[in-house]
């Protein structure tokens, strides 16, 4: 073994924090040859053998490696540049940067850009209705906005709204909470795991290491594990607590806006815009901070702050569970605080999820374009992957979505052009026919007169392929793909049960919301 190393491999295992063992150097040395030649490598190890530590003396030495290579082949593209004739090295061709960045501008900003020129749409009773819209873009090039108020059919509108439902373009651009850097560092290493505290380990073992010193690291993850504001927590749910930050980053932004804006014509009805956002800010009484926005993404000290914090967690390794601490210490979200050092640093550490998710990469600002890939524990992969891409339903779910479908298309089918109303309907036969489904099993089920033994077929284990599925619902003829990339594009699973939750609201007079829906929201399906 020992005449196999080179001088890498050796300065790789002097910075091995003890006297490796032969299958540990064997490991380091496998890792370091599968990366120097980039190669797919699946490594195998018995409980107890330090494959943590291995993998990072192995990839921290490979990741120095290359940076030192790039800054010598830098240096001498830098010298073959001095060695031309000056009247080359000053010539500089004319850029066409200008065209170049139209067209590669991303979506999410060019349809922010088409928003802002969006004029105000009321409906008939006055109330401004354009929250649960989006512009049509041919009708929008025709006719940009003036700023004047007109009805929604003048303005071309068509259904779901201009807010942002995902982390994917936040809807806050101008705080510099949630912005980021262009690109990331390159190469740079990802290290995944199933569990966050399998990824605390790996900070253990890294400041074992001389490593520790040197290298920039930062940990992300959910919401949920890195919010600090109690209020949004109480919520426990996942989804809940995304839609509660994102809520409020939305109040803050629609405050001013309005703030700014001409007042519309006084009507004897609430504005619908204006009891969405109320009835999403309300669990039993107005939550504090909800006028204001998220007090930790309000800084005191502005951009500068939230330099000073992505320096310090960027200043030395540190896991989920450490960076929520200092941003409760600090001030301010640990959460967009991760998401912006992720440019910066060496080594990014990621659960399953957001790596195999790519709405979750994009969030986290995570490029998988020349990184390298790391996955710890990788015999949980499989389980993550179909856990990633499977979902779970159940008939009362499918009959709410029926009925806030319902509610939404009769609330703006005067509104809808064609192509979004044929679409709505699609969705409302989907869905009814996926609930027939499972309540014609259900029925099967309880109606047998004796029940399913363990060996017996059970109906409702029944195991179908998803062309068998479309063809025995009689919906082969839809093409899901496209019809889920507009519900995608358009927002549609936000705006729908939002709108629908205002429509109970303002039909039954509930003045008790909250952020999951409010009371009418349970009792709408037994009143009928």
């Given at each position: 073994?020992?005449?196999?190393?080179?001088?890498?491999?050796?300065?790789?295992?002097?910075?091995?924090?003890?006297?490796?063992?032969?299958?540990?150097?064997?490991?380091?040395?496998?890792?370091?040859?599968?990366?120097?030649?980039?190669?797919?490598?699946?490594?195998?190890?018995?409980?107890?053998?330090?494959?943590?530590?291995?993998?990072?003396?192995?990839?921290?030495?490979?990741?120095?490696?290359?940076?030192?290579?790039?800054?010598?082949?830098?240096?001498?593209?830098?010298?073959?540049?001095?060695?031309?004739?000056?009247?080359?090295?000053?010539?500089?061709?004319?850029?066409?940067?200008?065209l170049q960045q139209?067209?590669?501008?991303?979506?999410?900003?060019?349809?922010?850009?088409?928003?802002?020129?969006?004029?105000?749409?009321?409906?008939?009773?006055?109330?401004?209705?354009?929250?649960?819209?989006?512009?049509?873009?041919?009708?929008?090039?025709?006719?940009?906005?003036?700023?004047?108020?007109?009805?929604?059919?003048?303005?071309?509108?068509?259904?779901?709204?201009?807010?942002?439902?995902?982390?994917?373009?936040?809807?806050?651009?101008?705080?510099p909470a949630v912005?980021?850097?262009?690109?990331?560092?390159?190469?740079?290493?990802?290290?995944?795991?199933?569990?966050?505290?399998?990824?605390?380990?790996?900070?253990?073992?890294?400041?074992?290491?001389?490593?520790?010193?040197?290298?920039?690291?930062?940990?992300?993850?959910?919401?949920?594990?890195?919010?600090?504001?109690d209020e949004v927590?109480?919520?426990?749910?996942?989804?809940?607590?995304?839609?509660?930050?994102?809520?409020?980053?939305?109040?803050?932004?629609?405050?001013?806006?309005?703030?700014?804006?001409?007042?519309?014509?006084?009507?004897?009805?609430?504005?619908?815009?204006?009891?969405?956002?109320?009835?999403?800010?309300?669990?039993?009484?107005?939550?504090?901070?909800?006028?204001?926005?998220?007090?930790?993404?309000?800084?005191?000290?502005?951009?500068?702050?939230?330099?000073?914090?992505?320096?310090?967690?960027?200043?030395?390794?540190?896991?989920?569970?450490?960076?929520?601490?200092?941003?409760?210490?600090?001030?301010?979200?640990?959460?967009?605080?991760?998401?912006?050092?992720?440019?910066?640093?060496?080594?990014?550490?990621?659960?399953?999820?957001?790596?195999?998710?790519?709405?979750?990469?994009?969030?986290?600002?995570?490029?998988?374009?020349?990184?390298?890939?790391?996955?710890?524990?990788?015999?949980?992969?499989?389980?993550?992957?179909?856990?990633?891409?499977?979902?779970?339903?159940?008939?009362?779910?499918?009959?709410?979505?029926?009925?806030?479908?319902?509610?939404?298309?009769?609330?703006?089918?005067?509104?809808?052009?064609?192509?979004?109303?044929?679409?709505?309907?699609?969705?409302?036969?989907?869905?009814?026919?996926?609930?027939?489904?499972?309540?014609?099993?259900?029925?099967?089920?309880?109606?047998?007169?004796?029940?399913?033994?363990?060996?017996?077929?059970?109906?409702?284990?029944?195991?179908?392929?998803?062309?068998?599925?479309?063809?025995?619902?009689?919906?082969?003829?839809?093409?899901?793909?496209?019809?889920?990339?507009?519900?995608?594009?358009?927002?549609?699973?936000?705006?729908?049960?939002?709108?629908?939750?205002?429509?109970?609201?303002?039909?039954?007079?509930?003045?008790?919301?909250?952020?999951?829906?409010?009371?009418?929201?349970?009792?709408?399906?037994?009143?009928?």
């Amino acid at each position: 073994m020992a005449a196999a190393l080179n001088e890498e491999h050796r300065q790789m295992i002097d910075a091995f924090p003890y006297p490796p063992y032969e299958i540990q150097q064997r490991l380091m040395v496998n890792v370091y040859e599968a990366l120097q030649h980039r190669r797919i490598g699946l490594f195998e190890s018995p409980t107890g053998t330090g494959k943590t530590l291995s993998l990072i003396c192995s990839t921290l030495r490979w990741l120095e490696d290359e940076r030192r290579a790039q800054e010598a082949a830098a240096a001498k593209t830098a010298d073959d540049d001095n060695a031309l004739p000056d009247w080359m090295r000053s010539y500089s061709p004319t850029p066409a940067e200008p065209l170049q960045q139209t067209q590669t501008e991303p979506k999410h900003k060019q349809k922010a850009r088409q928003q802002a020129k969006a004029p105000q749409v009321l409906d008939d009773h006055g109330n401004d209705i354009s929250e649960f819209l989006v512009t049509d873009e041919q009708a929008a090039a025709g006719r940009p906005g003036s700023g004047s108020k007109r009805t929604a059919a003048e303005a071309g509108y068509v259904s779901s709204s201009d807010e942002q439902e995902t982390d994917a373009a936040d809807n806050v651009p101008t705080n510099p909470a949630v912005q980021q850097a262009a690109a990331p560092r390159s190469p740079q290493l990802i290290f995944c795991s199933r569990t966050h505290s399998q990824l605390s380990q790996f900070v253990g073992e890294l400041h074992r290491t001389r490593y520790a010193d040197s290298v920039m690291l930062v940990a992300v993850g959910s919401r949920k594990a890195l919010c600090v504001n109690d209020e949004v927590l109480k919520l426990q749910n996942l989804s809940q607590i995304n839609e509660r930050c994102l809520d409020l980053q939305r109040s803050k932004a629609s405050a001013s806006k309005k703030a700014s804006a001409t007042a519309a014509p006084s009507s004897n009805s609430q504005q619908v815009v204006s009891f969405m956002q109320q009835s999403s800010k309300r669990k039993q009484g107005k939550q504090p901070g909800s006028n204001s926005g998220c007090p930790y993404l309000s800084a005191a000290g502005g951009a500068a702050a939230w330099e000073g914090f992505t320096d310090l967690v960027t200043a030395a390794p540190i896991d989920v569970e450490e960076l929520a601490n200092l941003g409760r210490k600090k001030k301010l979200c640990p959460y967009y605080g991760s998401r912006r050092a992720v440019p910066l640093v060496d080594v990014v550490l990621a659960p399953y999820s957001t790596i195999l998710m790519p709405d979750a990469r994009d969030s986290m600002g995570i490029q998988l374009k020349d990184a390298v890939l790391v996955f710890d524990e990788a015999h949980n992969l499989l389980d993550a992957i179909n856990g990633a891409h499977s979902t779970a339903v159940t008939a009362w779910q499918l009959l709410s979505v029926q009925r806030s479908l319902s509610a939404y298309y009769e609330r703006f089918k005067s509104f809808l052009n064609p192509v979004n109303a044929q679409n709505i309907q699609l969705m409302l036969r989907i869905a009814a026919a996926l609930h027939k489904c499972l309540t014609h099993l259900n029925q099967q089920q309880y109606s047998s007169d004796s029940p399913p033994t363990p060996t017996s077929t059970s109906v409702a284990g029944r195991v179908v392929t998803v062309n068998d599925v479309l063809f025995e619902l009689g919906i082969d003829n839809i093409n899901m793909f496209e019809l889920a990339s507009w519900v995608k594009e358009n927002k549609m699973a936000f705006k729908v049960s939002t709108a629908s939750e205002v429509t109970h609201c303002r039909l039954f007079g509930c003045r008790v919301a909250t952020l999951g829906g409010c009371c009418c929201w349970v009792l709408a399906p037994l009143i009928g």
